[in-house]
């Protein structure tokens, strides 16, 4: 028995049927439907024997001993929110139900883990001074400064994992010791682990032409000191539906001129428009790259991922944008610190 549907028991199955076909199969769980194919109930091995404590007699019907409120979820979110909600309550089985509480399917945790995982590398750049956060960066790397509860390098990889994201490499430097006894090989966090170590400065992108080998498929690049909730599986889905060469991602900025602005013709006054908001796209330090890219990278030199771009560019390569719209935040300066711990709970706790 493997899927879904085989251990689907109707609620006047006996306990010792339902103890039989729990036991058949590997998933240890059973649902209990109507008819009609909506969910009443699920069971486990546990329900069972917590009733045979009570005293229920085996040829007992299992709606006695069924769980009559279990975790469900509606249908039609992202396998990544299925992930997130069985990672927070600690279950293996999620019945997925539509509005009228019929059963659609169940997710088993093997399973999604195994729909999830992609084999794109994850480049996080991790190596800067960090200057402007001292006097915390003195003792630290950046990366490593504790938001929430956790270096702010473990969320951004914790963030990728529930994408399906497990290869890691990770470009040090500056404290780098400090990163590699924390993360080791990536084990304990369920990821595997790699390590550049840079004995010099070389940018956000230099760092890429150490590379062991060339990924054949796209990489992703980001600052190691980002906090965001981008839909990273949504960011590969635009950089290959575009065929772009190397895609940045870019969020809105306002800035406000504190001054009436002047529109003049020669010496003719047009128009004066007070304290204007202005608004551009910025780089958000989050990107895609195909193996082509890196082919523009000098050898061990600093180079920007600005550089990179530009290049690209020139030579009218197919490089893209892709607009964030989510939660991002620049941890840059000690305001910036504050509010990521402010924002901690709420965002990545939603």
């Not at 997130?84 to 139900?97: A, C, D, F, N």
């Not at 000690?334 to 990545?348: H, P, T």
Request: net charge negative; hydrophobic share 40%; aromatic share 10%.
């Amino acid at each position: 028995m493997s899927t879904w549907k085989d251990v689907l028991l109707t609620p006047d199955t006996s306990i010792i049927q339902a103890m039989k076909l729990i036991d058949e199969t590997t998933m240890q769980f059973a649902a209990v439907v109507e008819v009609n194919g909506r969910l009443l109930g699920t069971v486990t091995d546990g329900d069972i024997r917590r009733g045979i404590l009570k005293g229920l007699a085996l040829d007992s019907s299992i709606d006695e001993v069924m769980n009559q409120s279990p975790h469900v979820v509606q249908q039609g979110k992202h396998p990544s929110a299925y992930r997130r909600y069985m990672k927070q309550y600690g279950i293996k089985q999620l019945p997925v139900v539509d509005e009228k509480g019929n059963l659609l399917r169940i997710i088993f945790s093997d399973e999604l883990k195994r729909s999830l995982r992609k084999d794109n590398k994850v480049v996080l750049m991790a190596g800067g001074l960090g200057t402007r956060l001292r006097p915390l960066t003195e003792s630290i790397p950046k990366p490593m400064l504790n938001v929430g509860n956790k270096p702010i390098l473990e969320t951004i990889i914790e963030g990728f994992k529930n994408y399906g994201f497990e290869q890691f490499i990770l470009t040090v430097n500056y404290k780098k010791e400090i990163v590699k006894d924390y993360f080791q090989d990536g084990s304990h966090l369920g990821v595997n682990i790699g390590y550049i170590e840079e004995d010099k400065r070389l940018g956000t992108a230099g760092a890429l032409s150490l590379l062991a080998e060339i990924p054949d498929q796209p990489i992703f690049v980001m600052n190691g000191d980002l906090l965001t909730k981008i839909n990273f599986e949504q960011l590969l889905d635009f950089h290959l539906e575009a065929e772009s060469k190397a895609t940045m991602c870019v969020r809105e900025y306002e800035y406000q001129i504190p001054y009436g602005v002047i529109e003049t013709e020669n010496d003719r006054l047009l128009s004066i428009v007070e304290k204007p908001v202005h608004k551009s796209f910025v780089n958000a330090g989050v990107y895609v790259l195909n193996s082509e890219a890196l082919e523009y990278i000098p050898r061990d030199a600093f180079f920007d991922m600005p550089q990179l771009f530009g290049s690209l560019m020139r030579e009218r390569q197919n490089v893209c944008a892709f607009p964030l719209r989510e939660y991002w935040l620049d941890i840059g300066r000690m305001a910036d610190f504050e509010k990521a711990n402010g924002d901690y709970g709420e965002i990545f706790y939603d």
